[in-house]
């Protein structure tokens, strides 16, 4: 067997604890190598006649990329501690892989040569809000949803619809607007609004932060945001906020002071600052997000910074009871800060949730001390690139999935924030190249998929747009201009998700990848039942067969309900 | 190129701050594989015509172990952000490796591709003491080094080194001992005591704790502690204590409440009962350390617990102005303890040095938010094996030794716990069968390798003794008894230790290792200079050439002088 490409190391994606008695172990193998694979196992402490006593425990195949095998097994150690090893074979070797390396039996006169789980201490379980998982968002971007008074309009609001969106003009969606078309949203079955920023800000997108402790006036109050909140959870509908905590705007007075006063501002250790005197033009002397004069980095070490962020993220849970804070460019702010982040807004609402938008493998916030979910790019990457570019083969497809999903343990997989697009990318329809058929498709995948998906406003009546700023264009409320066969494709399969407990199920396993007929076949199974999903990624018919194992049995057409 | 052997991946070993200007990456690949390496690298938002700006630098190999090697480079990224990458050459192939696997050749028509470091934030650097790096350690175990005061020993206590050990047996020692012969660790140079715990127990090694906030009498008192940290520090020694957090002893008065009183006892929810009532006979039903039912686990998730032992933490640090704590059982106590603890006792005395007893890898407890280290026991293994024990070749030593460097950040490695025996172990000299000469040239790889040494009590005069409680007899005074030889040798690689800084570097290569002659050659650098460290691991005579491009340069013999 390949050595080289044997890796386990605990604590992360490879050994976790999945609740308060069970560890989930993975091993990753060279593909095809090992044809199977024991898990050595025994307490760390039980000893008798100077040898080590364990117990051996068959692994399975949990799935396969382009260059590896992943095997998994579920293990419930009565002290909560465990050591163990692994007893790999094929027909032409047995080969023992322990922390201390290779070995061609069990070494057990010592239990130094095995990896170690010391214990299982709940505080550090890695334990997202139970809802998550059962829970499909919106997302919304405010100032283009629906313009629900025109009172708080900002100056040179445009009509709504009338032209293109630039970056800087306005069309005055609201709060007011959201909440005038919440039955909109009831009636395609979504459980969770994302909203991006609401606070006090000088741009359309708002990410521009002013005041973290306003509404933006041209959204509203914080009466209205209040009945809004409401409104939503009246209608069993979650709601998540956009906290921009990287960076502030331009026109935060904090950093207006440090323009004023420079180096007898009181706030000069509010930022990272270079030199004086600091200037915008023609480079930021600062550090600021990417080389953005206007969006001055945070110092987030800094006590007075951290308190006020702070008391952002308890103020809005606290007053307005929201559900969750998305993290607007997380990775980017200190670990220390989020641990810190976390421990307070949970301990004003123990169920919040809390999502980094990290675009990278995100292991690092996902211990358990961080956040609950990272918005999930790679899968986004994998899916649009098979179903909707084309640029990816059945294979390659189910092989960059089965990567994603063995990037993390299953507790993070089953809450991970799955999107298609955003305010930051094309819409999914335009990224189709207007092909409707294969946009279903990739629906198809992603609300059968374990996590939490999240539909981009719009998207779900056949919206189309560019690189931001053509993905923001006003929401079409005129239902003859609506493709109400797309949302009515998407209200089909949300109601599917709800009623079948397999489309959340963490447990996938792709029985067919076929690179000629491009088509694909995965099972999902929980404890009760099986669901196999046949997805035909051309634009030819096919006849697919039914498995083998599955001849017989009584099968369902949840499609078509037959 | 193997690709099945090629791992990155960012935030730990591989990827992580060196300072708040300095990046290190590493790569792993198969051994004798990439003839040369070099980091893609630059900063994620410098775009221009639709791609990525970015650069190279060539990579160094930085070690090898048995199936790997291992490539290293230094990177000040200006806006300290860092998107990169790998190109991989040898005469066959050309291989661009990202974290979205291999190409042909770079892509840079999105960062998307690349690893990333998102930002050096300072607060999250692994940055333990500087002073640790130049300490050398005295391990202490206060039972047996030496009895100063007569009027605080127990009943019993028999006469200083008339009897063998046994696990019950008390001779004596204490605070004002050590105080009386502080002369001799002045003498050997050593700069550090680290003392098995001092706090009010039952048993003579004081691992089964009653009272944290107090002395053990046999010791002496407060008053007695802080004459002796005192005169360590006026003798610029430091202090370092054993935190027995993870469990407390039977006489604990919080366990002995709830053995008394039951279901009623307050302090029930200080450890982890399963049922009632609480039992101790034939086996504990509750938690404890392994399954010694004088050890009940404490619950470091109840505030109350926490409280109290953060409280014991500060005290010891505030009160009496120690230097470091090290933990015991450290690995079984949750995580989230820890960051609290390290911000507890950092707050007291920013330069506290806090040293975990794990004896496996130990990534997850050294990112820079619980220990400054680990003691070494890898490293223990490696250095024990092949100069004491002789059953791994020149070969395999420098391979483990390889392995365990590259296992951990070189900032960690700078300050690891590197230590041959302990109160838990079979003294060195035993270890090393009674060969002395053996052990002389283990002494001279410990003293001359990266991290913080450790010494345990007379084995520098050459005691001996076999496992637990063989190893804790009484300290040898009597100076004709000891071995001066050996004490001699010590003091000498301690002296050279304080005048060469190649002797601390961390920069170590591996020049030969013979399993034909079992000698090994290497050298440390650092930036002004080089020294090259000949062990012969024989009993025969052997010659060394000096390395040919040390040829004609200016060599002093360290050893000699000359």
Avoid at 177 to 185: E, K, P, R, S
Avoid at 295 to 322: A, C, H, S
Avoid at 473 to 487: G, P, V
Wanted: hydrophobic share 35%; glycine share 6%.
């Amino acid at each position: 067997m390949l050595k080289e490409a044997i890796y386990h190391r605990p604590k992360n994606n490879y050994a976790y604890a999945y609740d308060e008695s069970t560890l989930h172990i993975r091993l990753r193998t060279k593909k095809d190598d090992a044809e199977s694979v024991s898990l050595i196992h025994g307490d760390p402490y039980d000893w008798g006649d100077g040898s080590w006593n364990y117990d051996t425990k068959q692994m399975s195949k949990s799935g396969s990329d382009e260059l590896f095998d992943y095997w998994f097994v579920e293990i419930e150690p009565k002290f909560r501690r465990l050591r163990y090893g692994f007893e790999l074979k094929n027909k032409k070797d047995v080969l023992v892989y322990t922390e201390k390396g290779f070995y061609k039996s069990i070494p057990n006169d010592d239990t130094a040569y095995f990896f170690t789980f010391p214990f299982i201490n709940k505080i550090d379980i890695f334990e997202a809000p139970s809802w998550v998982k059962d829970t499909v968002w919106y997302q919304i971007f405010p100032e283009r949803f629906a313009n629900g008074d025109t009172k708080n309009d900002p100056p040179g609001t445009l009509e709504w619809g009338s032209t293109d969106p630039t970056p800087t003009n306005f069309f005055g969606g609201d709060f007011e607007g959201v909440i005038q078309h919440i039955d909109h949203l009831v009636d395609l079955g979504i459980t969770g609004i994302y909203f991006t920023p609401i606070f006090k800000a000088y741009s359309n997108h708002k990410y521009d932060t002013i005041d973290y402790m306003e509404i933006d006036p041209q959204f509203g109050d914080k009466e209205t945001f209040k009945r809004l909140v409401e409104a939503c959870h009246k209608n069993g509908i979650k709601v998540m906020l956009d906290a921009v905590f990287n960076h502030s705007g331009y026109y935060f007075p904090q950093f207006q002071d440090v323009l004023e006063n420079q180096e007898k501002s009181k706030f000069k250790d509010w930022f990272h600052l270079k030199e004086f005197p600091v200037v915008t033009e023609p480079k930021p002397n600062y550090d600021a997000f990417a080389f953005v004069s206007a969006m001055p980095k945070l110092n987030t070490e800094n006590p007075e910074v951290k308190d006020y962020l702070l008391e952002v993220g308890r103020y809005w849970v606290r007053e307005f009871n929201i559900d969750g804070w998305r993290l607007d460019v997380a990775n980017e702010v200190d670990h220390q800060f989020w641990r810190e982040f976390r421990k307070a807004v949970k301990e004003i609402k123990q169920d919040v949730y809390i999502l980094g938008e990290i675009w990278h493998d995100s292991m690092p916030w996902l211990q358990g001390d961080q956040f609950d979910a990272v918005m999930n790019y790679p899968f986004t990457t994998g899916a649009v690139n098979f179903f909707a570019k084309d640029t990816i083969n059945a294979v390659e497809f189910k092989n960059i999935i089965s990567n994603v999903m063995h990037s993390y343990p299953n507790n993070v997989n089953e809450v991970a924030f799955n999107l298609l697009d955003s305010h930051d990318t094309p819409r999914i329809l335009t990224i189709c190249n207007d092909n409707k058929e294969k946009l279903k498709l990739l629906y198809v995948f992603q609300l059968s998929f374990t996590g939490t998906p999240c539909i981009y406003y719009g998207d779900e009546i056949g919206m189309t747009g560019g690189p931001d700023p053509g993905c923001r264009k006003c929401m079409e409320w005129n239902t003859d201009a609506q493709d109400r066969d797309l949302f009515e494709h998407i209200k089909k399969l949300l109601q599917l998700r709800k009623e079948n407990s397999t489309f959340t199920a963490n447990d996938i396993n792709f029985i067919v990848s076929d690179t000629t007929t491009n088509h694909i076949v995965y099972t999902k199974k929980d404890r009760d039942h099986e669901t196999i999903f046949i997805l035909n990624n051309s634009d030819k018919d096919i006849e697919v067969e039914v498995p083998l194992y599955m001849k017989g049995k009584n099968v369902i057409d949840l499609w078509t309900g037959e």
